[in-house]
C-alpha cells in the first residue's frame, strides 16, 4: 500500500521508458518507489509517513535490477509497521541503511531541483552530499561520523550553559577535533568532485555557446 498503488507490478525494458496517464493516477509514486528501492528514501516528501496509505500498517517494495557487474539481484523494502524501515538485498536484510546506499546509482530530475540555483548553498551541499554518498561509501560513512561529532558537541555546548564554573577543555576540545578532521575530509572530497565536474559543465556551455 505505497502512495496510490495498493497491488500493482511494472516490468521496464532496457533503454528509454515512458509512463503516461492522467493526473493523480500515481505516475510520480511509481518513480518515487524506485527512488526508494535505491537510495532508501523519497525524493518527493521529508517523512516516510506520507508514502504509506492512510489507514494502512505500512508499505512493501519489492524490486528486481540487473546490472552488468553484479548481475540480476532483488531488493525488498518495508515501510512502517512494527520495524520501521528495513532493506532486504538479494533476500538477506541490511543491518543499516547506509549499506545500501551505491548499490544502485540513481539521479532524480525534478521541478524542485530549481532549488539548487534559486535557494542557498544548504540546498547544494544536499545535492553533493547525496552524490558522492552513493559514489564514494566512505564519504557517507565520514558525513554520517560528522553529523554525529557535530550534535554531540552542539549539545555539549548547550548543558553547559548555566552550570557554575568553565567547560573542561579536554571534553570539548575531543568533539572539535573530531568535527574538523571530519570536516576536512567532506570538504576535500567536494572539492575533488566539484573539479571533475568543471569538465563536463565546461564542454556543455561550449556547446550552448556554439549554437547561440
Do not use: C
Not at 19 to 44: I, M
Amino acid at each position: 500500500r505505497f502512495r496510490a498503488h495498493t497491488d500493482r507490478t511494472f516490468a521496464f525494458t532496457p533503454g528509454l521508458n515512458v509512463l503516461y496517464g492522467p493526473n493523480g493516477a500515481g505516475k510520480t509514486n511509481v518513480l518515487e518507489a524506485l527512488h526508494y528501492l535505491a537510495l532508501a528514501k523519497s525524493f518527493v516528501a521529508s517523512s516516510d509517513a506520507y508514502a504509506v496509505q492512510v489507514g494502512s500498517a505500512g508499505a512493501e517494495l519489492d524490486g528486481r535490477f540487473e546490472g552488468e557487474r553484479r548481475g540480476a539481484f532483488a531488493v525488498r523494502m518495508l515501510l512502517g509497521g512494527e520495524t520501521g524501515k528495513t532493506v532486504s538485498y538479494g533476500g538477506a536484510p541490511l543491518a543499516t541503511l547506509a549499506e545500501h546506499v551505491g548499490r544502485i546509482p540513481l539521479v532524480a530530475m525534478a521541478p524542485q531541483d530549481y532549488a539548487l540555483t534559486a535557494e542557498g548553498p544548504e540546498e547544494r551541499r544536499k545535492f553533493l552530499n547525496n552524490l558522492l554518498s552513493q559514489a564514494k561509501p566512505v564519504y557517507l560513512d565520514d558525513l554520517m561520523r560528522y553529523n554525529r561529532a557535530l550534535k554531540q558537541r552542539t549539545d555539549l555546548l548547550a548543558r553547559s550553559r548555566g552550570r557554575r564554573g568553565a567547560l573542561p577543555d579536554e571534553l570539548l576540545n575531543a568533539w572539535t577535533e573530531e568535527v574538523v578532521a571530519l570536516g576536512s575530509r567532506i570538504v576535500a572530497a567536494r572539492r575533488l568532485a566539484l573539479a571533475g565536474f568543471a569538465e563536463y559543465l565546461e564542454r556543455a556551455y561550449d556547446l550552448l555557446e556554439a549554437r547561440v
